[in-house]
């Protein structure tokens, strides 16, 4: 079997963690998932093309937000337009007629929502779909975490950007942010809801990140996720003072995983590899799921933000059966990727992406 390496060879003898912290070659890695899903063609157990129904979705309740957060990729809280909550419910209906393995409701803020959000976990989970929750915190209550546990909420995620609130306000742009999040946990944990604290690492909180962990842990936090700076939407304009350059982010992954080891079988922690990994990763095996943004388009994700479709004007099933068979395949997707290389993902990349005007959409007919 041909092994796809992606849109560009530059990857041999380059080494990543895997999920237990193990250093492993990447090639390696993309040729497992190549070889893996060839058994399961071979098996019966996949189509020749594509999922029979996606794995996991991620949807956007609303596009609207109550903070204004320096790196929010999508720029929420500051576009007009966002669903309907009839559009909602009629979104949520697709997802289970789907037989949708996973959904992440997010935002926006999904909790400046409410009866959005309460209707559809309600309905998803009536019908055996898996949902987790992503949330700053700000607007938890004990009636929603109580809500959650009821209806038996897998996950709910909550922003807390390091271990100093003036640094966290400061990056979500609201004063008091930091307490009321630490606050959500709490509440939280008290409704035993499986709870993840999540960091965006800033060359402003890197230094805060050991004291995060064991403040998590503290707070009874059961996962910990800390991710780059994803140059899209707001942090176009503000990568270049916040995010880390690849040798800070090499060093900062060789403190964390030094942090890791001494919390092993004690609490998770996860840290998102490069951007540009990532992309290859995703390309390089079949479709597993898309984004549902605010506005109705749907993309592979928000690495990777090129609209496939529209559930204003097509049905989520013909948007996965006929637009996401193979990403490797699909022009605009491709050209995107393209952009990525030809800014460069080097020490320099950041400047050069806001330099060249790069946008984080690509308008295309497919």
């Not at 989970?125 to 607007?139: F, I, K």
């Amino acid at each position: 079997m041909m092994r796809t390496l992606a849109f560009t060879d530059e990857w041999r003898d380059l080494n990543v963690y895997d999920e237990n912290w193990a250093l492993t070659e990447v090639t390696e890695v993309l040729e497992s998932l190549s070889d893996y899903e060839h058994m399961g063609v071979e098996a019966g157990t996949w189509t020749d093309d594509q999922f029979a129904a996606p794995l996991r979705v991620v949807f956007e309740l609303t596009q609207k937000c109550n903070m204004n957060c320096a790196f929010c990729y999508n720029s929420s809280g500051t576009r007009a337009h966002s669903f309907t909550d009839e559009r909602v419910r009629d979104v949520t209906e697709q997802l289970c007629d789907l037989e949708v393995l996973d959904v992440v409701l997010t935002g926006g803020e999904v909790l400046i929502v409410p009866e959005r959000l309460t209707a559809s976990i309600a309905r998803l989970t009536s019908h055996g779909v898996g949902v987790h929750v992503l949330t700053n915190g700000w607007a938890m209550t004990s009636e929603s975490a109580r809500f959650f546990s009821e209806q038996g909420v897998l996950s709910v995620q909550v922003s807390i950007d390091g271990a100093d609130p003036d640094i966290h306000d400061m990056l979500r742009r609201r004063k008091g942010a930091w307490k009321r999040a630490v606050e959500a946990v709490g509440i939280l944990k008290r409704a035993h809801c499986y709870t993840e604290m999540a960091a965006v690492v800033t060359r402003v909180n890197q230094h805060t990140m050991e004291d995060y962990i064991d403040f998590a842990y503290c707070l009874g936090a059961d996962r910990v996720l800390i991710g780059d700076v994803l140059v899209r939407g707001r942090a176009i304009g503000t990568c270049n003072e916040l995010r880390l350059s690849d040798t800070e982010y090499l060093d900062f992954l060789g403190l964390i995983r030094a942090k890791a080891m001494e919390y092993k079988n004690l609490m998770p922690i996860f840290v998102g590899s490069d951007e540009a990994l990532s992309l290859k990763l995703q390309v390089s095996k079949r479709p597993e799921g898309f984004l549902i943004r605010g506005d109705g388009s749907v993309t592979p994700g928000c690495q990777l933000p090129v609209p496939l479709g529209n559930v204003n004007s097509l049905s989520l099933r013909e948007i996965w059966r006929d637009n996401f068979r193979d990403l490797r395949a699909n022009r605009p997707v491709m050209r995107f990727l393209e952009q990525l290389r030809v800014v460069g993902l080097g020490d320099d990349r950041v400047l050069r992406v806001v330099q060249n005007g790069f946008s984080p959409t690509v308008e295309e007919e497919l």
